[in-house]
């Protein structure tokens, strides 16, 4: 079939579809992010970038976009997952479809009304009810809510968006942090956090959230918080034990939270692969 994603970022729908063992004969792929092109062609080298997503265009089998023009006859998939920021509902003063960030949502569905493709796909974040209900009727279809909790160790609520039939929310498969957090300490080493009075008030003695400003204690949890772009803030992911003070998580446990395979991230700096991964899809939840 054949493929494209917008908003792509390191490619998690491509992940997802050879998890699945779906024959994808074009993967064409919409981002303008240089380190996500980078870890995306690093692990799928036949993707056929093509630039910003304002630049895209389909009519009549041809796809239009900033990279050349190319015959495609027709999409059998399209995918994304717009920019959240503005939707968010950790956002107080979010505005919506109406953000500079999230009125890109227009975009993929500007495209999915020209291509009209056999299924897609759109994910964003949980969002204020008038803002998904106007999503619900853009798009024609219910969102359906999972947490990524339910094959992950990562509690990351989302809302998807899609005409496949028979979707259901997968049965939770009891993941626990504990079963996968780094214990080599010469590597968790690599993460810990840099004492400073601003840092001292994140890690509060490990004594978890009280105010905004401090992190939660993930040593011995279950599960983590949702990964976001970076974990030197508050909220994160939540910070872990580490000798006389904290660590971050280890790349290693980033790329696991978000069920890509270990080492995906490897080409690009570990700040880079934070965004990468606070950004993209948990790959076993789209699976």
């Not at 790349?251 to 606070?278: F, I, K, M």
Request: glycine share 6%; charged share 25%.
């Amino acid at each position: 079939m054949i493929v494209l994603s917008l908003f792509d970022g390191m490619s998690c729908g491509q992940i997802a579809l050879e998890r699945i063992g779906a024959k994808v004969d074009r993967y064409f792929a919409s981002e303008i992010k240089k380190h996500a092109i980078k870890v995306t062609m690093n692990n799928y080298p036949n993707t056929i970038q093509i630039g910003d997503v304002t630049k895209v265009s389909y009519k009549d089998g041809v796809l239009y976009t900033e990279q050349g023009n190319y015959m495609v006859d027709k999409i059998d998939l399209l995918i994304g997952g717009s920019p959240c920021q503005d939707f968010s509902v950790l956002k107080a003063n979010g505005k919506g479809l109406e953000g500079d960030k999230s009125k890109l949502f227009y975009e993929y569905l500007r495209l999915l009304k020209e291509i009209k493709p056999k299924y897609f796909l759109l994910e964003n974040v949980k969002m204020k009810k008038e803002s998904e209900k106007q999503l619900n009727e853009y798009l024609g279809v219910e969102g359906l809510h999972i947490n990524s909790s339910l094959v992950s160790y990562q509690n990351r609520p989302r809302i998807y968006w899609s005409n496949i039939p028979n979707i259901t929310i997968p049965n939770d498969r009891n993941i626990d942090f504990q079963d996968f957090k780094d214990t080599d300490l010469d590597y968790c080493r690599q993460f810990k956090v840099k004492r400073t009075p601003s840092r001292e008030k994140m890690w509060n003695n490990g004594q978890g959230r009280n105010s905004f400003g401090t992190c939660d204690n993930k040593t011995y949890a279950t599960k983590i918080n949702c990964l976001t772009r970076k974990q030197d803030r508050s909220p994160n992911s939540g910070l872990i034990e580490l000798d006389d003070f904290c660590r971050y998580l280890t790349r290693r446990e980033l790329e696991q939270a978000q069920t890509v395979p270990l080492g995906y991230t490897d080409c690009v700096s570990y700040n880079q692969a934070q965004d990468l991964l606070g950004d993209g899809w948990t790959v076993d939840v789209i699976a």
